[in-house]
């Protein structure tokens, strides 16, 4: 019987593992630095601009917008050690004034001064997020997406860079 308990508990340990990874929806892929260049480039990011990466991994892509065009960035992913990884990026790169990484499921975030917003999840996970979009973001807020679209919303831009699709949207006007 206690063998049976034992078994029992070390299984539901493991189910409660998996179900974590899996809630986490996509697992970690850096984007590379080609394609960070391109997704803000194409953005038009400017010194005025808060940008806002969902699923922010090491925080490469704000990172980059606060370094290259003096911009606000804001990074945010479920994930505690990237996160902690972010953080230290920053750290390392200069710009912990202008930085900031929050732990947070992205689908239950306030984006809302965000005027760019970079994302790199998969093309389900970009339509789930659509609607949060429209609501949340102000008419103008750019989108860029690596690789995946967002369905029947067709993007304004798209660009291909070192073998990787990079996709711009627009918040209309309401």
């Not at 394609?35 to 953005?43: I, K, R």
């Not at 990884?85 to 920053?90: F, I, K, L």
Request: aromatic share 8%; glycine share 6%.
């Amino acid at each position: 019987m206690m063998k049976t308990h034992k078994i029992f508990f070390l299984l539901m340990g493991f189910c409660f593992a998996w179900v974590e990874v899996m809630a986490q929806d996509v697992q970690y892929v850096p984007t590379r630095q080609e394609v960070v260049e391109a997704m803000l480039d194409l953005a038009n990011v400017t010194e005025s601009d808060i940008v806002y990466d969902l699923g922010c991994g090491d925080g490469r892509i704000v990172i980059a917008a606060a370094r290259k065009y003096g911009a606000q960035g804001t990074g945010i992913d479920i994930d505690p050690k990237r996160i902690e990884e972010s953080n230290a990026n920053a750290t390392q790169a200069g710009v912990t004034d202008k930085v900031k990484f929050v732990e947070a499921n992205l689908f239950e975030s306030d984006i809302s001064e965000a005027t760019v917003v970079t994302l790199y999840l998969l093309g389900s996970l970009n339509q789930r997020l659509r609607p949060i979009l429209m609501e949340q973001l102000k008419p103008g807020t750019r989108i860029v997406s690596h690789a995946f679209d967002m369905g029947d919303w067709k993007p304004e831009k798209q660009i291909e860079v070192d073998g990787a699709r990079v996709y711009m949207w627009t918040i209309p006007e309401k």
